[in-house]
């Protein structure tokens, strides 16, 4: 299903989490798509950012907060009255999870249940979806491609946090938006990366942070398999399902998955290797020897029924969303005034193959 761009013209959209990696792809592409914009987000927490870099303060009425304080983003909520609201602010990492194990479930879990109890109040909105993750599953390591009715867990923090945001979207949606014209769905979406994202610890920015210092890249786990995807993918997909929620509601309120084709299915060594063949200059990996907190080592979903309901499917291959990511990083370090408008060529490229 292609995106419309009528159909965003002019619709009043939350986006919880503006100024973060994927709340700021979403934003530009969004403005592109003729929305009015508001956000509700922290501060970035990396610098350089893709909200500053790419300037899309200038594009959003920007309001910062913390997803915690429940009075705050419901005064937000209820001033800016969106129509649709995407759910994308949370602490998104494994490893900070193991350090921060109690900030991580007040963010992810006590946010979640915030910015519904909010929208609950906003007579204005019509359509939330909740941005989860992959990792909410109950994963076993095996070859099967998880499904949306697969049981639930997560071995470390940020994992269960998640699966906890999904049971209480669940428990929003039939308690309080079974009689209403509010649709609530979830999105599991598997490792994104794309140009502008500099958090620690994602295999991605660390190696984009590593080239431009001409220092060797090390690698964690080489082996480890996950469903990689450019962030526009699951992005498009959030679109889509936001505008089938709008306009047929109940019947699209559910949990959706949004991860890559089997092909994108890569282990980390090759992903490193590929990175390095495009970036050039001699650039190298090891494997590193220090003691690791517990990751898993393979992850897989399927996405057939977002394929076959939503019309959805992912667009670019891994050498394809490999090349455009290390493209958006050389124009920032060479060309960092040039970044908003290769942002836009990007989303409007893909919105092109995606036809």
């Given at each position: 299903?292609?995106?419309?761009?009528?159909?965003?013209?002019?619709?009043?959209?939350?986006?919880?989490?503006?100024?973060?990696?994927k709340?700021?792809?979403?934003?530009?592409?969004?403005?592109?798509?003729?929305?009015?914009?508001?956000?509700?987000?922290?501060?970035?927490?990396?610098?350089?950012?893709?909200?500053?870099?790419?300037?899309?303060?200038?594009?959003?009425?920007?309001?910062?907060?913390?997803?915690?304080n429940?009075?705050?983003?419901?005064?937000?909520?209820?001033?800016?009255?969106?129509q649709?609201?995407?759910?994308?602010?949370?602490?998104?990492?494994?490893?900070?999870?193991?350090?921060?194990?109690?900030?991580?479930?007040?963010?992810?879990?006590?946010?979640?249940?915030?910015?519904?109890e909010?929208?609950?109040?906003?007579?204005?909105?019509?359509?939330?979806?909740?941005?989860?993750?992959?990792?909410?599953?109950?994963?076993?390591?095996?070859?099967?491609?998880?499904?949306?009715s697969?049981?639930?867990?997560?071995?470390?923090?940020?994992?269960?946090?998640?699966?906890c945001?999904?049971?209480?979207?669940?428990?929003?949606?039939?308690?309080?938006?079974?009689?209403?014209?509010?649709?609530?769905?979830?999105?599991?979406?598997?490792n994104?990366?794309?140009?502008?994202?500099?958090?620690?610890?994602?295999?991605?920015?660390?190696?984009?942070?590593?080239?431009?210092?001409?220092?060797?890249?090390?690698?964690?786990?080489p082996?480890?398999?996950?469903?990689?995807?450019?962030?526009?993918?699951?992005?498009?997909?959030?679109?889509?399902?936001?505008?089938?929620?709008?306009?047929?509601?109940?019947?699209?309120?559910r949990?959706?998955?949004?991860?890559?084709?089997?092909?994108?299915?890569?282990?980390?060594?090759?992903?490193?290797?590929?990175?390095?063949?495009?970036?050039?200059?001699?650039?190298?990996?090891?494997?590193?020897?220090?003691?690791?907190?517990?990751?898993?080592?393979?992850?897989?979903?399927?996405?057939?029924?977002a394929?076959?309901?939503?019309?959805?499917?992912?667009?670019?291959d891994?050498?394809?969303?490999?090349?455009?990511t290390?493209?958006?990083?050389?124009?920032?370090?060479?060309?960092?005034?040039?970044?908003?408008?290769?942002?836009?060529?990007?989303?409007?490229?893909?919105?092109?193959?995606?036809?």
């Open positions: 299903m292609a995106i419309s761009k009528i159909f965003w013209k002019n619709k009043t959209v939350l986006i919880a989490g503006h100024t973060g990696f709340g700021s792809w979403l934003s530009i592409w969004l403005k592109l798509l003729g929305a009015n914009l508001h956000g509700y987000a922290l501060e970035p927490d990396t610098h350089p950012n893709m909200f500053e870099v790419s300037g899309v303060g200038k594009i959003i009425k920007s309001n910062i907060g913390d997803i915690r429940y009075n705050k983003l419901a005064s937000v909520v209820k001033k800016c009255q969106p649709i609201i995407f759910h994308l602010a949370a602490q998104p990492l494994v490893r900070r999870s193991y350090k921060d194990p109690l900030g991580t479930y007040q963010t992810n879990i006590i946010g979640t249940a915030n910015l519904l909010a929208a609950r109040y906003t007579k204005s909105v019509q359509a939330v979806i909740v941005v989860t993750s992959d990792k909410c599953y109950d994963n076993r390591e095996t070859h099967y491609a998880y499904r949306e697969d049981p639930l867990g997560g071995y470390d923090p940020y994992s269960s946090s998640k699966a945001a999904e049971i209480i979207t669940a428990s929003y949606r039939k308690s309080f938006f079974t009689d209403c014209h509010t649709a609530i769905a979830s999105a599991r979406a598997g994104v990366f794309g140009g502008g994202d500099w958090a620690t610890d994602r295999l991605v920015p660390d190696c984009m942070r590593v080239l431009t210092q001409n220092k060797t890249i090390l690698v964690r786990y082996n480890a398999v996950r469903p990689w995807q450019h962030v526009l993918d699951p992005l498009s997909g959030y679109i889509i399902l936001a505008e089938k929620l709008y306009k047929s509601g109940k019947k699209f309120a949990a959706w998955n949004f991860g890559p084709g089997g092909k994108n299915t890569k282990n980390v060594a090759f992903i490193v290797d590929k990175i390095i063949k495009l970036w050039g200059k001699n650039a190298k990996w090891r494997t590193t020897d220090i003691k690791q907190p517990h990751e898993a080592m393979l992850l897989k979903l399927n996405c057939s029924m394929q076959k309901h939503l019309l959805w499917r992912p667009c670019w891994i050498e394809k969303a490999l090349e455009e290390v493209y958006w990083y050389k124009t920032y370090m060479e060309r960092p005034r040039q970044i908003m408008n290769t942002t836009i060529e990007q989303i409007e490229q893909y919105m092109e193959d995606s036809e």
